[in-house]
C-alpha cells in the first residue's frame, strides 16, 4: 500500500481515534471503581420551564425583588438554577466559591459586576465559600439585558444594582477535569 494512502486515512481517522479515548478517559474518571451508597447517583428527570411559567415567576419577583430557586444542585445533577431580581441593592464585600462557577443572563434592567484582582483581608465564611471587604485590581463591568457573564471558580466579584436587574444564575457545581 502506499504511503500517502497510510497517511491520509491515518490523520482521517486520528481525530476520530483521540476524541474517543477523551471520552473514555473522562467517562472512567466519573465511574467510581467500587460503587458504594455515597457514589451511587439517583437518576433525575428532565425539568421542563415554560416562557408562560417563567414570565410569572419573572412578575411574582418585579418590584419587590427576590429570588426564584427553578432547579437545585444535588445528587446527578450539579447544576443550579436561579431567577433572581434586585432593586437597589449593593453587595458590601466581594465572595468567591471554591466548588462552583456562576453564568448570569441578563433579562431586564442593568447591573455592575467588580471581578478579579487581589482579595483584601480575606476570609472563610464556611467550607469553600470566601468573603472580603475589597480587592485590589478588580476590573468593573456593566451588564444589560442580553448579556452573559461567566464568573469561574476562586474568582472574587461583587454585584452592584442602582435601578432594577432580573436575571438567569446558572451555578455549576463539582469537580473539574482539565
Known amino acids: 500500500m502506499d504511503n500517502s494512502a497510510t497517511r491520509r486515512r491515518f490523520l482521517r481517522n486520528a481525530p476520530l481515534a483521540a476524541a474517543s479515548f477523551a ?54 445533577l450539579a447544576c443550579a438554577v436561579v ?25 431586564n434592567g442593568s447591573t455592575v459586576y467588580e471581578l478579579g484582582g487581589a482579595p483584601v483581608n480575606p476570609r472563610l465564611t464556611k467550607p469553600g465559600e470566601h468573603l472580603a471587604p475589597d480587592s485590589t485590581g478588580a476590573t468593573r463591568v456593566t451588564l444589560a439585558k442580553g448579556d452573559l457573564l461567566t464568573i469561574p471558580r476562586g474568582t472574587p466579584h461583587r ?11 446558572f451555578s455549576p457545581s463539582g469537580s473539574v477535569k482539565v
Request: charged letters at 25%; glycine letters at 8%.
Open 83 to 107: 431567577l433572581t431580581t434586585e432593586v437597589a441593592k449593593s453587595a458590601k464585600e466581594f465572595e468567591w466559591h471554591e466548588g462552583r462557577d456562576h453564568i448570569l443572563a441578563i433579562l
Open 23 to 76: 471520552v473514555a478517559d473522562r467517562l472512567l474518571a466519573q465511574t467510581p471503581v467500587s460503587p458504594t451508597p455515597e457514589a451511587v447517583i439517583t437518576p433525575v428527570t428532565f425539568q421542563h420551564f415554560s416562557a408562560a411559567e417563567l414570565d410569572e415567576d419573572g412578575k411574582a419577583l418585579t418590584g419587590k425583588g427576590g429570588n426564584k430557586n427553578l432547579v437545585d444542585a444535588g445528587p446527578g
Open 159 to 169: 454585584r452592584s444594582t442602582e435601578g432594577s436587574v432580573t436575571f438567569y444564575l
